[in-house]
């Protein structure tokens, strides 16, 4: 099983950025995927989540109606859609899936991980 982040780079604040999350020796049906992001210095946070079944799950209040998940069967791509970028959005942010159906806030819960894409939200 793997995960590979792609999409991340520097953008000036305001601006928007999708990350992708292509995966390889599963379906999208059999794993809940989960985005995580760690700025410098501070723990692992969960940012939202998408349930085998669909559901998303809003994990940090700072991105609400800013950030949204989707998925896309036929890439086999789990993305994550950032709108009005701030500096304190900067973070590495990677996918990790989960077998449970339900979707986890906590890393731990984790079974897979890509190996994450820098995210630098800059003027």
């Known amino acids: 099983l793997q995960l590979v982040e792609s999409g991340g780079g520097l953008v000036q604040p305001g601006g928007s950025l999708r990350l992708s999350c292509a995966v390889s020796?599963?379906?999208?049906?059999?794993?809940?995927i989960g985005w995580f992001r760690q700025a410098p210095g501070k723990e692992r946070e969960g940012v939202l989540c998408?349930?085998?079944?669909?559901?998303?799950?809003n994990y940090a209040d700072s991105v609400k109606g800013r950030f949204f998940i989707s998925r896309d069967y036929a890439k086999n791509t789990v993305y994550l859609q950032m709108n009005s970028l701030k500096p304190e959005d900067t973070a590495i942010y990677y996918c990790?899936?989960?077998?449970?159906?339900?979707?986890?806030?906590?890393?731990?819960?984790?079974?897979?991980w890509g190996q994450g894409t820098q995210v630098t939200v800059s003027s």
């Open positions: 990790a899936a989960l077998i449970s159906r339900y979707c986890s806030a906590s890393a731990f819960s984790y079974d897979y």
């Open positions: 020796g599963f379906s999208l049906d059999s794993y809940t």
């Open positions: 998408i349930s085998k079944s669909g559901a998303s799950t």
